[in-house]
């Protein structure tokens, strides 16, 4: 009986000639991944070009170097301050750089996603993509509807082969091994004198995912760009929020976004609920962040109640509502001269620590008139401790409102509001206002604590500290391609899996009858890689149709024990190159 040789080494095996030719044919088809040319300029006029153009484009090669490019484009995104996020960083920027911020804005990389360079990559390697996955998915789809080649002529040819002579008829032996692959989940059928059976095509199915999962993602981080919407609002406990352009803080959304596109629904902050850590290592940490919230979907919906907190957002259709931020608005009364409120509201004012020490401006518009009658504009600089702990007066020492003091810094005059300059309602323009002075013309400043009063000098009013309500930040965010990118994001973790860990194969079992007159059994395998699967794979198929088929009993020696338990040691098949 011949030397079993199911443990060569499929990297030391290598044909010649009309050999060479045969295992081509065998292991044609193994994959659809395209025949990379040579990059050599063509001769064929324009439309020459333009083939050759695609074929390049179209090439894996380039379709890697593109995906590439678009990671190392989105670098700068992520460094540098975007217009599209924020304008604020953006002018910063420039101020701080007036050499770089010129260059940077030349080369488009204060707007890196929208600009040309970006999009060129991102349409390019689209294409690319879409150019090599439509002729692969054709080409699979008819390798499925085919079957799998028939058996070379010289079966000791190939990378992992063995033999063995057996009583049993050859039609016997092909409807065992036909019916032992088919077990085995290969697809398999009766070709000549040969079983063709093929295994692992979730392999090229798990590539072909993957790159299409790669396409679903480009287009839905488009789609999420172009309609995509953002915007912020800052409510007070009691306050609600329509989604309407008008109600938003602020807002910006992509280049195809329409006010129609928004989705219809409001909502009111109910109440917010913040508990911290109050000893240990962690002291001031948020335990409970949380806003309770009635909402509404569409123009006539039934109320309902939620509860949002950090990164557990409402979600309503396309929109989520997140919980961004937290801080105190005090309630402020202010009163003229003759004793009549011309404010009464809480003013949010803005943290500037972990212990949430806020500051903010309350600024009298209208309405206010001094002792003498005349009509002013009133702006009040407000310093809020939710904690307050003496010795400690420039800051709190918790973020909760244990001890909460207020202090106000009271001026008159013009607030500048009606120049058509936009001024921020944090900011007090101190230009054309004058700070109340006391008896030895001082600036007025007091602390008030919850319930307490300041007096304006000269009998110009008074301010009053009525209590403290908590506000909340939301930002809503609308972008529909999301849900479509995280499936595409899952799609190619397991499309990437199946191809790298999945592999395809070919096995040919041949039975025919030999010169003296007993069958001849030979079995060999053939996979797309180099690997020791196959090898072992064919062992251990041997071994099983040894069993029903068993050697002759003329046989030089027992192959049962090298058949069913192959050596990965075992030299090659004859007449194999062993270089």
């Not at 063995?164 to 085995?184: C, G, I, M, N, S």
């Amino acid at each position: 009986m011949s030397k079993n040789t199911v443990g060569a080494d499929p990297g030391e095996t290598r044909a010649a000639g009309a050999d060479s030719q045969e295992l081509s044919a065998a292991g044609s088809q193994l994959s659809t991944a395209p025949v990379e040319t040579l990059s050599h300029a063509p001769a064929l006029g324009v439309i020459g070009w333009l083939r050759w153009f695609w074929r390049q484009l179209t090439s894996m090669r380039v379709a890697l170097l593109l995906l590439l490019l678009l990671a190392l484009g989105a670098i700068p995104g992520s460094l540098i301050p975007q217009s599209g996020q924020d304008i604020t960083k953006v002018a910063d920027f420039e101020k701080n750089h007036p050499a770089l911020a010129p260059i940077y804005d030349k080369l488009g990389l204060f707007n890196v996603y929208s600009s040309v360079w970006f999009s060129a990559i991102y349409i390019l390697l689209f294409v690319s993509l879409v150019g090599c996955i439509v002729p692969r998915t054709w080409q699979f789809v008819g390798q499925l509807r085919g079957r799998p080649p028939g058996a070379p002529k010289r079966l000791n040819r190939l990378p992992a082969y063995t033999t063995w002579r057996t009583d049993a008829e050859p039609e016997q032996v092909r409807e065992a091994a036909l019916a032992l692959l088919k077990r085995r989940r290969f697809r398999a059928h009766l070709a000549g004198d040969a079983v063709a059976a093929e295994k692992g095509y979730l392999r090229e199915v798990g590539n072909l995912a993957f790159h299409i999962a790669l396409i679903v993602m480009l287009v839905a981080f488009a789609w999420g760009q172009l309609f995509k919407s953002e915007g912020n609002k800052l409510l007070v406990e009691g306050n609600g929020f329509s989604n309407t352009l008008i109600s938003y803080d602020d807002f910006k959304s992509g280049s195809l976004f329409s006010t129609d596109d928004l989705t219809p629904y409001s909502f009111s902050l109910d109440d917010f609920t913040g508990t911290y850590a109050v000893s240990g290592p962690n002291k001031g940490t948020p335990r409970t962040y949380q806003a309770s919230l009635t909402y509404s979907e569409g123009a006539y919906g039934k109320d309902k109640k939620t509860i949002v907190k950090v990164n557990h957002p409402l979600e309503i259709g396309d929109s989520k509502v997140y919980l961004t931020a937290h801080g105190y608005a005090p309630v402020i009364t202010v009163r003229d001269g003759k004793g009549k409120v011309v404010f009464h509201d809480a003013v949010p004012l803005l943290p500037l620590d972990g212990n949430v020490t806020s500051t903010g401006v309350v600024k009298v518009l209208d309405g206010y008139r001094n002792a003498k009658g005349t009509g002013e504009q009133l702006g009040i600089s407000a310093f809020f401790l939710p904690t307050y702990v003496k010795g400690s007066e420039t800051a709190s020492t918790f973020p909760s409102l244990l001890n909460p003091v207020l202090n106000l810094t009271p001026y008159h005059g013009d607030l500048g509001v009606n120049s058509g300059i936009p001024q921020s309602v944090y900011q007090l323009d101190k230009t054309h206002m004058t700070g109340f002075k006391d008896a030895k013309g001082k600036q007025v400043r007091e602390n008030l604590k919850p319930g307490e009063s300041m007096k304006l000098p000269n009998g110009a009013g008074s301010v009053t500290y009525e209590g403290t309500k908590e506000w909340a930040n939301f930002q809503m965010t609308q972008q529909p391609g999301s849900g479509w990118a995280l499936t595409g994001s899952v799609i190619t973790i397991f499309g990437l899996t199946a191809s790298l860990f999945i592999q395809r194969r070919r096995v040919w079992v041949r039975a025919a009858t030999g010169p003296d007159g007993v069958t001849v059994v030979e079995m060999a395998g053939l996979g797309r890689s180099e690997s020791a699967k196959v090898p072992e794979e064919l062992g251990d198929l041997a071994g099983i149709l040894y069993e029903q088929a068993p050697g002759a009993p003329d046989a030089a020696d027992d192959p049962a024990d090298s058949v069913a338990s192959p050596d990965p040691q075992v030299a090659p098949a004859e007449g194999a190159d062993t270089k």
